[in-house]
């Protein structure tokens, strides 16, 4: 029973060097996200994913890509990393339906990084 | 732009008392409101949902309530308990495209039971 699986948990990185954050799920969700977390700012959208090929940018996108080749899989690369990209990452998923707003969010347990 | 305001930030109790955490968002027009809670260095664990045509949902000693006219909700926990003390977020969400939907969080309530 593995929900969202986030991948690494923590990371740290130089400025300028690049990563990807890996998020598997396995409740066959269409919808996909990317959230960061920062002390006074809440929680923000980066990028989203309503199935495989189709993505959209959310309300932080810069710095940030992301691509979807697998309904299971949603990656999100850092091409070069900045210190104002510290920060907590959360991937969440949910289904899509003709009921969407009953569809609750499931997030995965997050990754810390730290750039420097 | 959507602002959604969670007060206090903090709150300590003893141990079963009955508590509310308030809720507020400055767009009536929303999808539906989310009660999550989110341990130290763990994610966030959906606790409520509130459609936009419902007033209130209820799971165990949990009663969330939803006023969109007022801009508001609350969280209603009933006889706390140590394991209750975590950080609890509030989300309310617009939709994007094809039924998917953008929460706006507010920064928490953190909640401590003393025993």
């Known amino acids: 029973n593995a929900g969202v699986t986030q991948t690494p948990k923590f990371q740290v990185l130089k400025t300028g060097q690049s990563m990807t954050l890996q998020c598997a799920q396995d409740?066959?969700?269409?919808?996909m996200s990317w959230y960061r977390q920062d002390p006074g700012m809440g929680l923000r959208l980066i990028h989203y994913?309503?199935?495989?090929?189709?993505?959209d940018q959310g309300e932080v996108p810069n710095g940030y890509n992301v691509s979807r080749s697998t309904t299971e899989d949603f990656p999100l690369r850092l091409l070069s990393a900045a210190p104002s990209q510290t920060s907590v990452y959360f991937c969440?998923?949910?289904?899509?339906?003709?009921?969407?707003?009953?569809?609750?969010?499931?997030f995965g347990s997050g990754t810390q990084l730290s750039v420097l | 732009k959507q602002e959604v305001t969670q007060i206090p930030a903090a709150l300590s109790v003893p141990e079963g008392e009955n508590l509310v955490l308030n809720c507020s968002f400055t767009?009536?027009?929303?999808?539906?409101l989310q009660w999550f809670r989110q341990d130290p260095g763990k994610g966030l664990t959906s606790l409520l949902l509130?459609?936009?045509?419902?007033r209130e949902q209820t799971s165990g000693r949990l009663n969330a309530s939803l006023d969109k006219s007022s801009g508001r909700s609350t969280l209603y926990i009933a006889a706390s308990q140590p394991g209750d003390s975590a950080t609890y977020l509030c989300?309310?969400?617009?939709?994007?495209?094809?039924?998917?939907?953008?929460?706006?969080f507010g920064q928490g309530t953190g909640l401590t039971i003393n025993p």
């Open positions: 989300a309310v969400s617009r939709e994007l495209i094809q039924g998917a939907q953008k929460l706006v």
């Open positions: 509130i459609q936009s045509s419902q």
């Open positions: 994913s309503v199935g495989a090929g189709i993505t």
């Open positions: 767009d009536s027009a929303i999808y539906n």
């Open positions: 969440a998923s949910s289904h899509l339906g003709r009921a969407a707003t009953n569809e609750k969010l499931f």
């Open positions: 409740m066959n969700h269409e919808y």
